[in-house]
């Protein structure tokens, strides 16, 4: 959680890790990953719990609820949230003398698909052929069909489990849920949000009746309208009003996804490029003209109802670079670090590429070593691999990205990376980001930039006042000039 006044000054943070402070629910990495390894899921009490834990913390620090003239939030995308018959009026009717934990078991699906799951090829083979392939599915809801997206956790539900599906009487997003909890009520998915579904026409930005008959029945009864993400929702439900005084004046606006929250909170200009190191890595820009096509996504932009936000997504992330540090440094960033500096820019031609599980961007597996003489390897030194794997990570996001038509100058460095995620804490990752990119690499000071970003947009919407870049600008910092990279980008291509 983030606070910001009238000056976006920050006034507030707090969080909570949910393997540490909620062991009871014994997730790793929030998740549990299931037998086939395929199937990834989170239980939707451990979040509600974590909501109340957070509150209770905010609380126990002395923060005035009363002041917080309007809210909003970010959540995973894709992830999917099922209510069971009859929880909508539970939701309206919330004792304030109880956790939420506590009268909230109403999901017909206890665990949550989210958006590391990739068990539902099947779906995705039959929802592209519904519509006519890859490129017409991609032209409608601006992404062909993925594993994680949510019609095709929705379809594989409803065809595992007709029973629970049948008692389902409305789907969230991870996101609209957070804002039904504080809602009390039902709340919409957000366009933005809504486009990572694989169900919504991202240009009438209405559910595409092709999609949806070709994923369940009853669907469109179950979803709900999708609403423009800067939408006022209503007040906060008076639980909050008597359990911890917030106003029954404050605001509810539109929660959305991690990454458009991003895109808000690192207020992109058209043109920058925006790289999130979290959990998953991800490249995000802000575009006027999308042009779909089937390696990346277009979602709408949570921002501007005019634009778009075009995004390409890698599941081997943090977790790759945890597991190649605890290997090779470890188990310490600062080894880790220490490794990247004493390899030379493009690691005498070695590369790596290290997908420990299956890859979202490309649809690929398993770790492979090339050395400079391009022979596959098995192994590289200690310091060689830390340095294969991050510059490996890096060029294919640039790659990736050129091939969405980012014009990436070898001469001049006409363009900034904007960075965030945990990762982004990381100077020397960063450095070879820039050297990458041939490009500066600018942080904000707040490194959760999802929460930031619908701070901005709750004072933006609720309090009507601009808030302009300008006083954005002033929690950038500019990353020193990148080293040279022609010899790298030689070696590696
Ligand atoms: N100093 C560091 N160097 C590299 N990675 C880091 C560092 N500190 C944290 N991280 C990574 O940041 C990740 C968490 O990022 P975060 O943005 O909080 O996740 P999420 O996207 O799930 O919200 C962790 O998995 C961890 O590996
Ligand atoms: O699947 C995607 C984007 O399409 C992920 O980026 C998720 O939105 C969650 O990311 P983390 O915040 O856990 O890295």
């Not at 575009?287 to 778009?308: L, Q």
């Amino acid at each position: 959680v983030v606070a910001i006044n009238e000056n976006l000054d920050l006034v507030h943070q707090n969080h909570v890790l949910f393997d540490s402070e909620l062991p009871e629910f014994r997730t790793q990495g929030g998740v549990h990953v299931q037998a086939d390894k395929l199937t990834v899921t989170s239980p939707v009490l451990m979040w509600v719990k974590a909501l109340d834990l957070i509150l209770d913390k905010m609380k126990d620090a002395g923060f005035d609820f009363s002041s917080v003239r309007a809210l909003s939030g970010s959540g995973q995308q894709h992830g999917s949230v099922y209510w069971k018959k009859g929880a909508g009026q539970v939701l309206k009717q919330l004792d304030p003398g109880r956790p939420l934990h506590k009268l909230l078991e109403v999901e017909s699906v206890c665990d949550s698909p989210v958006w590391m799951d990739s068990s539902t090829s099947e779906q995705c083979s039959s929802l592209e052929s519904a519509v006519g392939g890859a490129q017409n599915l991609t032209n409608i809801t601006g992404s062909r069909a993925y594993e994680r997206f949510t019609g095709n956790q929705i379809a594989k539900i409803q065809q595992s489990n007709p029973e629970k599906y049948s008692e389902t009487e409305r789907i969230s997003l991870v996101s609209s849920f957070g804002a039904s909890l504080f809602r009390g009520d039902y709340a919409a998915v957000d366009y933005s949000d809504g486009s990572g579904m694989n169900l919504m026409d991202i240009f009438s930005k209405k559910w595409a009746q092709p999609c949806l008959e070709a994923t369940a029945p009853h669907l469109e009864a179950k979803l709900g309208a999708p609403l423009v993400s800067t939408a006022v929702l209503g007040e906060v439900s008076s639980y909050y009003v008597t359990r911890y005084g917030f106003s029954p004046d404050c605001k509810v606006v539109a929660f959305t996804g991690d990454n458009p929250g991003s895109l808000a909170g690192m207020r992109l200009r058209e043109g920058d490029i925006a790289v999130s190191l979290g959990t998953s890595d991800t490249v995000f820009l802000w575009i006027k003209e999308p042009r779909p096509t089937i390696e990346g996504h277009v979602f709408c932009n949570p921002v501007d109802s005019d634009s778009y936000m075009a995004l390409i997504c890698y599941k081997n992330g943090s977790f790759t670079r945890e597991r190649i540090r605890n290997e090779r440094a470890g188990g310490s960033w600062d080894t880790f670090s220490r490794a990247l500096n004493a390899t030379p820019v493009g690691n005498d031609g070695n590369l790596g590429i290290y997908f420990d599980t299956l890859e979202i961007t490309p649809s690929a597996v398993g770790v492979y070593r090339v050395n400079e003489q391009d022979q596959t390897v098995e192994g590289f030194p200690g310091e060689v691999e830390i340095r294969a794997l991050v510059e490996g990570q890096f060029l294919a996001k640039r790659v990736h990205a050129e091939k969405l038509g980012y014009k990436i100058s070898k001469l001049s460095r006409s363009f900034s990376i904007l960075a965030t995620g945990g990762a982004s804490s990381n100077t020397d990752i960063l450095q070879v980001l820039s050297d990458v990119f041939n490009a500066p690499v600018y942080t904000i000071d707040v490194a959760n930039s999802a929460c930031l970003g619908c701070a901005y947009r709750a004072k933006v919407k609720a309090l009507s006042c601009l808030c302009t870049r300008t006083c954005v600008e002033s929690i950038i910092v500019l990353r020193p000039p990148p080293t040279s990279v022609d010899n790298r980008i030689k070696a590696i291509t």
